[in-house]
């Protein structure tokens, strides 16, 4: 049973979502958007794979989030936390890939990215927007970050690293959120000693940005094992990034 309640039970999020009301980079979400997600969590290794592109494709596409996208969000949020739906999410075909719950981790965080503040204010530069013109998929998006924290920190003892550095950059994207600024001092020594650490440039990066940020003051130290080459653009979205081999779903 979820402790947690209907706001994150991933199964009653897909039954009273008003899917026909929602919208997709498709058009209507539904039924291809539930059915979609129902997938993540099936085991077959193609229908997963449809839905890990489908993620990137129809509810975040190029950047771009939908009003599907937002209890899309909160599903793939749910499932990651409902230990029910663990051993779903590692399923047998997976070994010695990067792992299903991780991409999922990576996807929520792109999200999280995708609506942050900095990227609002950016869009609305771009686009000339009104000051006070609300951003509402954004701010839906946001609201999400409260409930679904205790979730994603449950990755943060995951016996795979590259897991609990995914975890973490989710983390730090939610810890925006005013109503999750009391766990920044809790989060700072992961931060500093694994994500600082990481074999990834970006995600040292990252580190140094939310430190700073978080008023903890940090210097990137640069690592000559980056797995980013030198000459690599640095405006590459962020779910191209550590999403392991492009023989692996979703690509």
């Known amino acids: 049973m979820n402790m947690n309640g209907d706001n994150l039970n991933p199964y009653a999020i897909i039954d009273l979502t008003d899917w026909a009301n929602l919208e997709n980079a498709d058009g209507l979400a539904f039924p291809d958007t539930p059915a979609r997600l129902c997938d993540l969590a099936s085991g077959d290794f193609s229908a997963v794979t449809?839905?890990?592109?489908y993620l990137y494709s129809t509810l975040l596409n190029d950047g771009v989030v939908y009003s599907a996208t937002v209890p899309a969000f909160r599903y793939v949020a749910a499932l990651l936390g409902d230990w029910p739906s663990r051993a779903?999410?590692?399923p047998p075909?997976?070994?010695?890939?990067?792992?299903?719950r991780g991409k999922l981790l990576t996807w929520l965080a792109d999200v999280?990215?995708?609506?942050?503040?900095?990227q609002e204010q950016r869009i609305r530069e771009w686009g000339k927007y009104s000051p006070t013109e609300p951003f509402s998929?954004?701010?839906d998006i946001r609201s999400i970050y409260p409930e679904a924290f205790p979730g994603i920190s449950s990755y943060f003892n995951d016996p795979d690293l590259r897991v609990v550095e995914a975890a973490l950059?989710?983390?730090?994207?939610?810890?925006?959120?005013?109503?999750?600024?009391?766990h920044r001092g809790?989060?700072?020594?992961?931060?500093e000693n694994i994500l600082a650490q990481s074999s990834?440039?970006?995600?040292?990066?990252?580190?140094?940005?939310?430190?700073?940020a978080w008023g903890r003051g940090f210097t990137l130290i640069e690592s000559h094992s980056d797995l980013l080459s030198s000459g690599e653009c640095r405006g590459v979205h962020e779910s191209q990034k550590n999403r392991g081999s492009v023989d692996e779903p979703p690509f």
């Open 93 to 100: 075909w997976e070994e010695g890939k990067f792992p299903l």
């Open 112 to 118: 999280a990215f995708d609506v942050s503040v900095g």
């Open 200 to 212: 990834s440039e970006w995600h040292r990066s990252l580190a140094s940005e939310a430190l700073n």
């Open 50 to 53: 449809t839905s890990l592109n």
């Open 88 to 90: 779903a999410l590692a």
């Open 137 to 139: 998929n954004f701010m």
């Open 169 to 182: 950059v989710v983390a730090v994207r939610f810890l925006e959120s005013p109503a999750l600024a009391m």
């Open 186 to 191: 809790r989060l700072t020594p992961l931060v």
